[in-house]
């Protein structure tokens, strides 16, 4: 039975069960948190807060959400102000999907959780550093799989199935895709909050002017400046969506946001000085692990899982670094001063 209990202050206190209560409202295509599959390991229930609820506080406060505030989004320690970072990223990310899934009535607790811990796993220097730890193992590092790592062994917060499916599936490359709706949310609102701030990020850099970009993606999405670009993306979705009674996006929006995809790749993300810059931070990853490969030791303890074999300690200290710790290790180790 749920409760709401009144307070002779005027207000109420709403606990765990009413807010489940208030669930039922919720789209009939929702996650619900009574309905999860529950965690790795049982525990009591939070008195206040729903499964979803908790999940999304515990992301909050882990050590790997505050390192996103120094690591990059594209330009590899920028020196201005106003350039995202992944912290940054994440927060656009997660205000892009909770508006998706309250306009259809989607669980936006569920979705703010998966939201902020979406990029938990990243290495320093973005995707640059994903690609470097890869050439240490079978296939590919993924940052996908290291956030579930985190939450699960390094700094566990025993989360709800639905939290960690949302974790490994949140890029559009990993099958099978996610198993709820709310973490499909994240696919798009990843995808459409990276590719406009990049796009701002670029044109504040000087290394694009705005009538470099193609007529026809601006022909479907609007003027350049502002949030309009968006706002039609986010509305391509909840439109599409409500349509079809599956997450999606109109088909013109969407080739639009391929079509600037492509474009931002082609003239952002790998341009020659992006490679380059890119080439010297795989350097670093590359002479951090091989040295932390002889000297194990040099990794703090907690920062090790002694569990692990050797090679996976150093991927979990490197792939945890932010930016500026990995370039002052890297000069401490490689440039020492004093030297002529």
């Known amino acids: ?19 489940e209560a208030r669930e039922a409202l919720l789209s009939p295509l929702a996650t619900r948190s ?9 525990e009591a229930p939070d008195t206040y807060r729903t499964a979803f609820e908790l999940d999304r506080d515990r992301v909050l406060h882990s050590k790997a959400f505050r390192r996103l505030k120094h690591k990059t989004q594209v330009f590899i320690n920028p020196e201005g102000d106003h350039f995202v970072t992944r912290m940054s990223h994440t927060l656009q990310v997660t205000q892009v999907a909770r508006a998706l899934a309250v306009a259809l009535g989607l669980n936006e607790s569920l979705t703010e959780a998966i939201a902020l811990a979406h990029d938990c796993g990243h290495t320093p220097f973005g995707h640059t550093g994903e690609a470097a730890l890869s050439d240490y193992v079978e296939g590919e590092w993924l940052h996908s799989e ?25 890029t559009w490359k990993i099958q099978p895709p996610p198993e709820t709706p709310e973490a499909w949310l994240i696919r798009f609102a990843d995808r459409i909050a990276y590719l406009t701030h990049d796009l701002h990020d670029a044109l504040r850099a000087g290394v694009i002017e705005p009538e470099d970009v193609p007529k ?17 993306m ?12 599956k997450v999606s996006m109109s088909a013109d929006v969407m080739l639009a946001m391929k079509l600037f995809r492509e474009f931002m790749f082609e003239r952002v993300y790998m341009r020659p000085a992006a490679v380059a810059q890119a080439d010297r931070a795989r350097l670093v990853i590359h002479q951090l692990v091989d040295y932390l490969i002889d000297h194990p030791d040099d990794i703090p303890a907690t920062y090790r899982n002694q569990e692990a074999d050797r090679l996976t300690q150093v991927l979990d200290f490197v792939a945890g670094m932010t930016d500026r710790y990995a370039l002052s290790l890297h000069d401490r180790l490689f440039r020492p001063r004093g030297l002529v």
């Open 1 to 19: 039975m749920s409760s709401v209990t009144p307070i002779q202050s005027g207000f109420m206190v709403v606990d765990r069960a009413a807010r």
């Open 234 to 245: 986010v509305n391509a979705v909840i439109d599409e969506s409500a349509k079809r009674n």
């Open 146 to 170: 290291q956030g579930i790592r985190i939450f699960q062994t390094l700094e566990p917060l025993n989360l709800t199935h639905e939290v960690i499916d949302g974790i490994r599936a949140h």
């Open 34 to 42: 009574m309905d999860s599959k529950g965690r790795a390991r049982e």
């Open 216 to 232: 026809e993606i601006v022909d479907c999405l609007g003027p350049i400046r502002g949030r309009s670009w968006i706002n039609v």
